[in-house]
């Protein structure tokens, strides 16, 4: 087996972590690799475009943010990816840094794989594709000044619903715990298949999340009357500009995520936990 470790030094403990599992992964005869940049005893180096080629796993150590890019770049080479919550959150993660021990399941193959679907995001205009992206969380419609509605046209099997809000959410079943749910989105359990669509501080008292299978197809347009820059993100990174007469497709990506589960932790669980007080388990 081999494995490429690849950590955010940025979060705390991070560091130590990367010690701790090199010592681990050398004493159970795992090959382990780092990305060449970084620095660490009993590892191998590889440039990161090779780590995902050599690797049979990935383990990333950080927040979901590290998490999502990471297994995102992972489902290009159908690689599962296991996270250790280096962050605040870590809702993604399905270890702590105090359950590094656990990791001697990947050696006896005492571990499972959830598959998580993501979106296919494509932006055209006058009939070119000007930007195509994947979303594990979620794809986004906002102005780009606080406070000011935009008019988004939300298309489904060519019935449209307008919605006049701050902006507009599409999310999948692993994004609806993140920024759908603080705008008023509800919980989906990851392992389904569904896109919901979340409108943000919508002007109207009838404007309600709506969740939709995931064979459905989404055509997305936004406009502001006061002519105010409105963006698409995607996965929390800006992509581009949305002009009035850009178009915006969404889709079930054919590619998916796989995560490893080394505990027993339920998804229901995981959420109590997290959600209770804001800490890790």
Partial sequence: MVVAVIPNL?????SEVVEKLGKLLKSMNIEAYLPENIL???FKHAPDSQLFKIADIIITIGGDGTIIRYAKRAAQDNKPVLGIN???MGFLANIEQNE???INKLKTNEYSVEKRMMLSVTASENGKIIGEYT???DAVITSGFISRIIDVSVGVGGDFINYRADGLIISTPTGSTAYS?????PIIDPLTESFCITPICSHSLSAKPILLGADNEIEL????????DIYLTVD?????AVKPYTEITVKRSPKFVQLIRLNERSFYKTLSYKFKDGRSV
């Fill in 100 to 102: 590094l021990n656990l």
């Fill in 181 to 185: 749910m603080s705008a008023g989105g």
């Fill in 135 to 137: 979303a594990l969380n």
């Fill in 86 to 88: 280096a962050g605040r």
């Fill in 10 to 14: 940025d979060k705390r403990g991070s």
């Fill in 221 to 228: 347009k936004a406009y502001s009357k006061k002519k105010t």
């Fill in 40 to 42: 660490g005893t009993d």
């Fill in 236 to 240: 929390g990174r800006k992509a581009i």
